[in-house]
């Protein structure tokens, strides 16, 4: 079950795809509902801006997708992060251009693979093709070959490229030392493995964490999918300090 909590007393970390929108087959396919959109808006008012978007999408993705909202963000899994005065924090990173060619010309061909760059990171999506899990594993393991400062993570139909150093929980981390985060109890809501990280952390801390969809997880909350966890949030945005939004009005 989800708890029912004071949604104002919050730092709130949310992920993005399988959390607040449905996977589409493409990255880019992907679309939030105005309504979504608008209940991100005013869960921002209840907790007072301490609210972020934890993501393994480029900022500048997430900003495309929750537009007009620009919110403080984590992008690719931590290795940017924007914090809540607008100052970038990003890590230097290697081009991996030559990886990113290397796998179109491996796997990028197959029908249905795609391969998508980041800053720092790349990512091999086969939700299209699952019947080639394997294939993408081998190309992805094969490009990487001998070197150290990259490592591979295993989420929902794709296969992630990443530098070493990063993270959701990290993160989350850095947000939980500055205003208007700090102080606060934090709530994590993800969907993937990579979100264990950041489960990692709000468990440490004593908050929430909240697991989208089925599978292993250290998160202590669960919601069975995208839309369950949605009317979750709307009811806790709506309800603060015992009142709904009307009664305070």
Known sequence: MLPNIEISDFAVFLD????????????DRVRMTRS???????????????????????????????????????GVHGLQRRDAAGVLHARETPDLGRIVSALEQTIGEENGIVVERKPGAAAVHFRQRPDLERDCY????????????????????????????GGKGK??????????????????AGDDT??????????????????????????HHRAANV???RNWLSVQVKHVNGMSADERS
Do not use: W, Y
């Open 16 to 27: 993005l795809d399988g959390t607040l929108v449905e996977i589409a087959d493409r990255p």
């Open 36 to 74: 979504t959109v608008d209940l991100l808006a005013v869960l921002r008012d209840r907790t007072d801006n301490a609210l972020a978007m934890i993501s393994g999408r480029e900022i500048q993705c997430i900003d495309r997708i929750l537009r007009p909202l620009k919110l403080p963000a984590a």
């Open 138 to 165: 081998r190309a992805v393991r094969a490009v990487i070959g001998e070197r150290m400062d990259l490592h591979v993570m295993h989420g929902k139909m794709v296969f992630e490229i990443l530098l070493k150093g």
């Open 171 to 188: 993160a989350i981390e850095a947000f939980l030392s500055e205003r208007p985060f700090r102080g606060r109890k934090p709530l994590f």
């Open 194 to 219: 990579t979100d264990e990280a950041g489960f990692r952390v709000i468990n440490a801390r004593g908050g929430v964490s909240i697991k989208i969809g089925g599978g292993e997880t250290l998160a």
């Open 227 to 229: 839309s369950h966890f």
